[in-house]
Every structure is written in structure tokens, then in C-alpha cells.
């Protein structure tokens, strides 16, 4: 019997590894220029939230949203759903850069309207997704109509 079949390759062991630590690096980077960057999201074709970071989750103020599994359209009105659904489907139908404008809904109770800029992934299977606050000025737009 050989002697070898029991042994790991080592080579593999070691990308893996790679992998997870660059995976790692990657989210403390986002983690840490939260603040610049502002509320950034990863979402499937679904509209599942993949990734979101500590703007984001302050923002919507669920500490729950670290798990899989929330629907970003949760967060949305009846009408802002369909709008956001359209985004979404342009996104990956086009592949370019989309934006739309929703009021968002926190599980606190307060709302925030944001511009979603977003665009699919090479794959094609995820959309990088940044939240832009723009409550004051759809609340000048209002004062002034």
C-alpha cells in the first residue's frame, strides 16, 4: 500500500488558506473605510444580502443583518419595491452601472432616502451595491414645491 494516499497535498492546503485570508483581509479593509466609503452592500440576483458592512447595518439598524438570508426589499415600501426590483433586474440585464432612489425603512422606525448605485459582478451573479444618503435633499425638494 502506498504510503502517500494519506498524506494532503500540501499545495492545496495552502491555497486554501490564501484564499480564506485574502477573503479576511478583504472585509476588514471594507470594515474599515466604512465611514468613507458609506453603507455598501452585495446582494444576488434575488435581492438577498450577501455582504453588508457596519454603515449599512447601522442604517438599517439590525445588528441581525450579519446573517444570510434578508431581503434588502424588507426594508422598502410597497411602491420602492417595485422600484427597487427594476434596478435590480436592469442591472444584470445590462451590466452597467444602474442607480434608482428609495426611501429606506429601518427596523427602528426611521427612514432614510437613499440613491442605490449598483452593478452585477463579472460573474454575473452578485451586485455591488452603494447607499447614498440624499434625505436633505428630497426634503428641500419638498419644502421648495
Known sequence: ????ASVPDSGVFLSQEKMHLSRVELVEG??????????????NRA???????LKGIDILESESLRQHGWRLDCFLSKNDRVVFNEFLMRVFK?????HCEVLLLSSGGSTLWVRMEGKASKEGKACHVVLIDITDHKQMEVSLS
Do not use: A, R
Not at 1 to 4: K, V
Not at 30 to 43: D, H, P, Q, R, T
Not at 94 to 98: F, I, S
Open 94 to 98: 445590462n451590466q452597467t452601472q444602474e
Open 30 to 43: 471594507l470594515e474599515k473605510y466604512s465611514e468613507v466609503f458609506g453603507c455598501y452592500l452585495i446582494l
Open 1 to 4: 500500500m502506498n504510503g502517500d
Open 47 to 53: 435581492g438577498v444580502i450577501q455582504y453588508i458592512n
